[in-house]
């Protein structure tokens, strides 16, 4: 049966040793406890006995070579340094105080275990929570458990917090009203910003890296397009209609919220291509023409803003599209969205109407030249066949680079996309 | 029943013990014929002579290792320090001996280390530390701070009969601070566990020794404010009790971790540790820490006072938790 | 190496019969080849870890005091002081099971070497931490005292240690105390590499018993019959109710400090001065000069000596490893006490 002979640690902080002399050859003699070789090591030299008796058959590390405690340098009566232990004798490993393992032998060189015994508490991790909304893993467990979206809850806390006072009642006022509208778009509503606590007349407040990155580009790009603003008003009866008649059942057959977006999202890219000058960006003195129609929808973060992108938007169904935006709000709610979703977009839609304001004259997100804003939707009295009529009805705006696009095409491209949305017949399913 | 100051109940509990039990000895410096720096022994040595209470050198070291040394032989020493700051001379006995003797080759060590510590008699940084940390952070050793002469009875008892080493942190500002009615019948007070002093619903404070007694003052303050604090007592540090501690966090949702002792490497640290592994999920604030700032005792007044967490500290610190 | 004025040398006064005199050499053989197994070829095979400390040319010190013993006293042998753990009943199995750190044996794994005890056998172990068993031996002298039963606790320990506060606070205690405790020092000369000039200021350690109030003497360490005497002496002393006495005995530590250490700061010409005085060789040719034992004797001893030890190592090295997760368990004494329970 094949013995291993090994590099002996002759020393605590000893970790390697050198052969300085072999006293047998392969295929020789030798007895239990005979001298086999010596070695040299940084506190002493030794002549080592042979820990077992038998032949010689494989020297494995040659006179002058250094190599690491417990390396195995040769094997008697038999073959390959891969066997395992040597029969009884298990060798613990080398460095006892810092490898808590001495349980099997190990042929390979110093290793120092890091496995923890197997007795050693496990480490609990809890689950984390996902929302954005500042609270507390107490808050989000009761919020869980009932099913309440910590959007519709006020905060009270310490700068808009919700505290667990706040979610139990609304628990308890929850009850029998309905949702308004459905939240538009993407948007997780941020809280209020965190209070300041004064120690002066004035408290400076370093910027996140967020922060100061929107900082950078908001007038970055101010300086670099010519920003020209026209805003439209569209009349979406239809396409108010379409929701409320197909949402149930869209929701039913996809797992997935039929929202406004989707809509707006599919008529940008019909218009996009009627009028590709909007999917393009500026380079010196050439205007790049873009393939693919990638969409970014602003979402705002608490504190701050990203814009996943709907890549080749114009493939897509509005199924599809439905899907990239429930997929992305849920994402950016809870932190998931990847480098390479807020990169490649060729245009973007913005969503000033989510907080109630009729329309925005948002900034260009460069390098594109044109960015839409959607106003909130709302039942105004409008003028239809001359007679008041009470309509669902929304303001669009439309930022755009007068560099390369002019009103005249900015108003049509706008024109076009009130016609698709006031004439809506695709099919929602 | 008998009115008993705290110091007092510790006397009766020793002294029931050596009547119990012949194997009990007393260990000590100016522990036999004088009574005790803080006479807590005094009327033994009259009582129970010179083999069972004796009068040693200045001489820690040797005073734990010869206690060790005595309980191999089937003895059970209690070993007075005079004060726990001089426990320190000591520690190599304690920690390298007396901690790993079972672990290592099996016997038991049951000896009783047991002296005042505690700030706010203007001791100066070597008559008021709270050392406690420098045990609970070695296995094989048992570490309790009882806060009521009740419990302080009954854990001195419990340390006696224990076949463990038993670290037992008596708290001198309470010596003859606090009176109790006792029972005068033999009862123990378990070693491992916690009690809740004041039942509350808004916070948890979690706290031990003499503080115990500054979070009730706290608590009565506040409660005209309207906020609820619920006051638990840990009793023992070493093992101490999880599940009471737990219990308590997940009930209030918002902790505050109290001790006298210094911040850095103190028991809240490792109660936060465990509140936020174990009780993450029921936590509806931060959890927050009430100790001494990281230096010595300071002597003179205003220093030792700013140094010592108190009723309205702690108060502030409720306030603010609350509002969260 | 001068002598000390202040203290006692009385004449010797025990003289073990031939049967004692037999077992001495038998027990300094069996320590001298274990403890060459030890250190030449078990831990050079890599089958024993950690640290190695053996004390060749020093055996005289732990067989000497140990064969004095009578029972009901107790002993804290330390490093140096293989023989006492097997004069007093540890079996040659359980001490190589010991350093090969086997789960069947008296550390169970936990401690190394001989860090071993038992309060039966009366052996109280070290700790790495030296000097820390002299307090610990007092409180035992303290209870043995009380007993009244006349026994004794003897504590080994080397000249390198005195230097510790525990020494002294015990040395003061025991003699405060008039307990009956025999301090034994080893002065083998080095303390790791410290030479005793850069140890102690004195030329003797044996004149810090009369400084601390008990008798002090100094004895040729390698001599195992001047040891058995002045431990007898020492013995009843104390067994008389006279207190603690200070045995300063004189060896040189013919290895290193550990199986690690070449000892190159050790004089050649020491080793070579002390190598004549070696215990065994002088234990021998008293034996024959005595005609207690025949030559033939001496070697068929040595034989047999040899054959217990293989057989011991062998049983030692069949017993297996302890498992991992034991690591967590016997940490506290109570009513399920592991120690209690038979080895997993």
Redesign the interface.
Known sequence: MATNVIMPQMGESIAEGTITKWMKKVGERIDRDEPLFEISTDKVDAEIPSPAGGVLTQILVKENETVAVNTVVAVIDGEGAALAAPAASAVAAPKPDVAPSAALPTPSPAAVSSALPAGAPSV?I??GGEEEIRT??????IAREHNVDLIQVKGT??GG?V??KDILDFIEQRGATPAAAPPPAVSAAPTAPPAVTFTGAAQSVPMTPMRRQIAEHMVTSLRTSAHVYTVVEVEMTRVVAARERFKDEFERRNGIKLTYTAFFVRACVEAIKEFPIINSSVEGTNIIYKRDVNIGLAVALENGLIVPVIKRADEKNFLGIARAVQDFADRARSKRLSVDDVQGGTFTITNPGSFGGLFGLPIINQPQVAILGVGAIEKRPVVRDDAIAIRHMVYLSVSYDHRVIDGAVAEKFMAKIKTILENWDEAVL | MALLTYLEAIRHGIWEEMERDPSVLLMGEDIGAYGGAFKVTAGMLEKFGE?RV?D??I?E???????????????R?VVEMQFMDFIASGF??IV??AA?L?????????IVIRGPSGAGVHGGPYHSQSNEMWFVHT??L?VVAPATAYDAKGLIKAAIRD??PVIFYEHKFLYRRIKEEIPEQDYVVPIGKGVVRREGTDIAVITYGAMVWTALDAARELEKEGLSLEVVDLRSLLPYDEETVLASARKC?KVILLHEDTRTGGMAGELAALIA??A??????PIVRVTAPDTPVPFAPPLEEYFLPNAAKLAEAARKLA?? | MGSTKTVKSSPRKASPDAATLERMLYYLKLTRESESRIENVLYRQGKIVGGVYVGRGQEAIGVGASLTMRPGD?TFPCHRDFSVFLIRGFTLADIFANWLGRADS??RG??NTI?????KLGI??I???LG?????????????K?RGKGNV?LVHFGEGTTSL??VH??M??AA?GKLPVIFICNNNQYAYSTPVEKQFAVKSLAVRGPAYGMPGERVDGTDVLAVYDAVERAGAHARAGKGPSFLECVTLRMAGHSAHDAAEYVPEKLKQAWAKKDPIQRLENLLLSRKVMTKQQIEELGTQVSGEIDRAIAEAEARPLPRGEDAVQ?????PDCW??KPCP
């Open positions: 609990q809890p689950e507390s893993p107490l808050v989000r467990r806390g310490l917090r505290s667990k | 083999a004796i040693t050198p001489c070291s040797a005073i734990v290792g010869a206690a060790i040394g005595a309980a191999l032989m089937g003895m020493p190599d006995q390298n001996m790993k079972h672990y290592r080759w099996g016997p038991a060590v049951p296995p094989g048992k076949d463990n949702g592994e174990k993450f999920e029921d936590l509806d604030g509002a969260y | 107790v008296p550390n936990r401690d860090h071993i005890g038992d309060m109280i172990p700790i790495s931490p820390a068993t002299l307090p610990v031996a007092c409180g035992v002298g303290l209870v043995l009380q606790a506060g525990h606070e015990a003061n205690f405060v016997g940490v506290y004494c109570g120690w209690e």
